[in-house]
């Protein structure tokens, strides 16, 4: 499902991938500062670690701050590096956003700025004008196809299921 719904507080632009509910990108938006709401997964494929395609929130999630009985966190930074170093888990930003609607009207006003042109990444471009972002955690990263190796991917997962259809 695609398209964009608007209410007097929160604008937002989306595609619904099964594996992630609707509601934890809203929660994002439920703590009184957030300008944005977004969702993240922890990684769990070590390809994806070192990936650059996979963009990496940083964020500390602690098991105090929930919101509707989700883990939420206020981004730090994004970044295609594997970050932060050390030990720990790393985050998977998926790229699904929730904007209050003087936050957007903001953010299509704002020049890319340094961040965002180094790493590419126009979220940074809102962290960079001092905007928030909220950081709701989700369990899984849906299927994105972004690279070739990701559309290989998707092929293999979908062969079973093309190779068991009878013939027409």
């Known amino acids: 499902m695609s398209g964009a719904a608007r209410s007097r507080r929160i604008w937002v632009r989306w595609w619904w991938p099964a594996a992630i509910s ?13 300008d944005i709401g977004t969702v993240a997964a922890e990684i769990t494929r070590a390809e994806e ?19 509707g009985g989700w883990r939420v966190a206020r981004a730090l930074y994004f970044s295609r590096a594997t ?10 930003h998926i790229g699904l956003y929730a904007y209050r609607r003087q936050a957007l009207e903001r953010f299509v006003k704002l020049a890319p700025g340094q961040l965002e042109k180094r790493e590419r990444l126009e979220q940074l471009r809102a962290l960079e004008a001092g905007m928030q ?5 989700v369990d899984t990263v849906p299927l994105g196809v972004d690279t070739p190796a990701d559309l290989e991917r998707a092929r293999d997962m979908l062969a079973p299921i093309s190779t068991s259809r009878p013939s027409s």
């Open 83 to 92: 970050v932060p170093t050390g030990l720990g888990p790393v985050y998977h």
């Open 49 to 67: 670690i070192g990936d650059p395609a996979v963009v990496k929130p940083v964020v500390a999630f602690h098991e105090a701050q929930r919101l």
């Open 22 to 34: 609707r509601s934890r990108t809203f929660t994002a938006l439920g703590k009184a500062d957030a």
């Open 133 to 137: 972002i909220w950081v709701a955690l």
